[in-house]
């Protein structure tokens, strides 16, 4: 299974052995764009959001929305990165996972090239920092070590300034945490600038019963040192990736884990599906555990197909799907401006009608609901985490709200709990500062009873990780959840 940092730098390494390098100084990162230009984005990006995307305001008054688009940009004018973090900033206020912005593949190739970066990865337990792995110079620093502070910047204040970068659905910041984990480094550096060194303070893993605090400072890492160590010392690329989907029965429960909701074709996921659930009755398994922690999402409609095979109680899955508008007046501002129109010309005219001031979609992926067979009848656990979003947030709302005999363990979801934004996607390029800004255009509002529509899926059963169990390298979710099954087997028998 590959760590959260891990996915993320697999989608950008493939750029590093082809490009050139950039030339060693600092100005391309020092320029400074007027302040009239930033405006000039802000108000493009601003006029995109309110014209296309369908949960602009869902979490937020327009007034209160305008007030943060009109902040005032210094008068010398922001570089690039200061431009950035302004507008994740922005996007982090919309509340939504699917809206994010990135800095263009030039910017990020020259960064990546010539900057050096943070030389660990983080472990976020219960909100405390601490070292997950080592890339210094200090091999003594060990995994465990809780870090207190960063040039002199408590750890608390840092994340408080980075957890903008990390969109979610809603407001919940532990999978927000999860999330930063793997990606402190990147947004360390776009937020606070480049360093040379990094001065920690921290209490060391070995000594926690004196709780003495130490200094150190460390040296800062290329990248391409960064991902070598990643092979050479961690074995990160010499793993075996984690299979999609994977089923088994072990001391007679079963266990399912859908990583993911695409790669894999829908005649091929049904046949999966029918082929584990036909076990489960022929062995005649009374638990099942249906792990999605990995889980982000994928094609619309497998969510339901996994749903079919337990006995829920579900009618329809949405009170709605919208788009704001089916056609764009900045075109001329996006990638693919030819595709974009040809696709809202078929949106248009076959899959939304209009409804009073938006586009309602038409009836789809009604049949996947359908009850197949053979439906599981036993108890049901789904196991939950940070890193659950979109679709896979969509069945773990359902399985809770929905399927008799289901409970959710774990932490709670990055994606929303209620609803999304996300479906069909313009990929908006500001042209002062050469951002790329995704902008998702179908609300997905699910009929769902939630207590609260701003949070993600709240697991029935909570089981946050401990330092002990990070260091033994625990599963503590299956551990937690194996230990709930075992309890409630041996009170059925004392009945």
């Avoid at 937020?191 to 990094?198: A, E, L, P, W």
């Avoid at 059963?461 to 551990?479: R, Y």
Wanted: aromatic share 12%; hydrophobic share 40%; glycine share 6%.
């Amino acid at each position: 299974m590959l760590p959260s940092y891990a996915k993320y730098l697999l989608g950008i390494v493939c750029w590093f052995c082809a490009t050139q390098l950039f030339a060693q100084d600092d100005e391309y990162l020092d320029y400074r764009i007027p302040p009239h230009r930033v405006e000039a984005d802000l108000e493009l990006l601003y006029s995109v959001l309110s014209e296309s995307h369908p949960g602009f305001d869902l979490y937020l008054k327009a007034n209160q929305i305008d007030s943060l688009f009109s902040q005032k940009i210094p008068s010398d004018g922001l570089t690039y990165c200061e431009t950035y973090t302004h507008i994740a900033d922005l996007i982090d206020h919309i509340h939504d996972g699917h809206t994010n912005v990135h800095l263009n593949e030039e910017l990020s190739d020259y960064i990546l090239a010539t900057q050096r970066f943070f030389p660990f990865t983080l472990k976020f337990i219960n909100g405390v920092a601490y070292i997950d792995h080592n890339f210094s110079e200090h091999e003594y620093m060990a995994r465990g070590c809780e870090v207190l502070t960063i040039n002199g910047m408590h750890v608390d204040c840092i994340v408080d300034e980075l957890l903008p970068f990390i969109t979610c659905d809603g407001a919940p910041r532990a999978a927000k945490l999860e999330q930063l984990e793997g990606q402190f480094w990147w947004y360390y550096a776009l937020r606070f600038g480049f360093k040379s060194t990094f001065r920690l303070e921290y209490l060391d893993v070995m000594e926690v019963a004196e709780s003495e605090k130490k200094n150190l400072v460390v040296t800062a890492i290329r990248y391409s040192d960064r991902f070598d160590l990643l092979q050479e010392v961690y074995g990160f690329g010499h793993q075996t990736p984690a299979s999609k989907m994977d089923f088994d029965i072990k001391d007679g429960i079963g266990v399912l884990t859908i990583n993911q909701f695409h790669g894999i074709s829908k005649i091929n996921y049904s046949m999966f599906l029918n082929r584990c659930f036909s076990i489960l009755e022929e062995k005649g398994v009374a638990s099942l555990i249906i792990d999605i922690r990995e889980n982000g999402g994928g094609r619309e409609g497998f969510e339901n197909m996994l749903l079919s095979y337990l006995p829920h109680t579900l009618n329809d899955k949405y009170d709605l799907v919208e788009m704001r508008s089916t056609e764009s007046s900045y075109y001329k501002f996006m990638q693919g401006a030819t595709k974009n129109r040809f696709s809202d010309f078929l949106y248009k005219t076959f899959e939304f009608s209009e409804s009073d001031d938006s586009w309602v979609r038409r009836d789809r992926f009604q049949k996947t609901l359908e009850h197949q067979s053979p439906q599981f009848r036993g108890d049901v656990y789904v196991l939950i985490g940070g890193e659950v979003f979109s679709g896979g947030s969509d069945f773990a709302s359902m399985a809770k709200s929905y399927v008799p005999r289901c409970t959710l363990i774990g932490t709670e979801t990055l994606g929303g709990a209620s609803a999304n934004s996300s479906g069909y996607f313009y990929r908006l390029i500001l042209p002062n500062s050469g951002l790329i800004v995704e902008v998702p255009r179908v609300l997905f509002q699910l009929n769902v009873p939630v207590a609260e529509s701003n949070r993600g899926v709240v697991p029935d059963i909570e089981a946050s990780q401990n330092l002990n169990d990070f260091l033994a390298g625990k599963d503590h979710v299956m551990s937690l959840t194996l230990d709930i099954i075992d309890e409630r087997q041996q009170m059925a028998k004392n009945k």
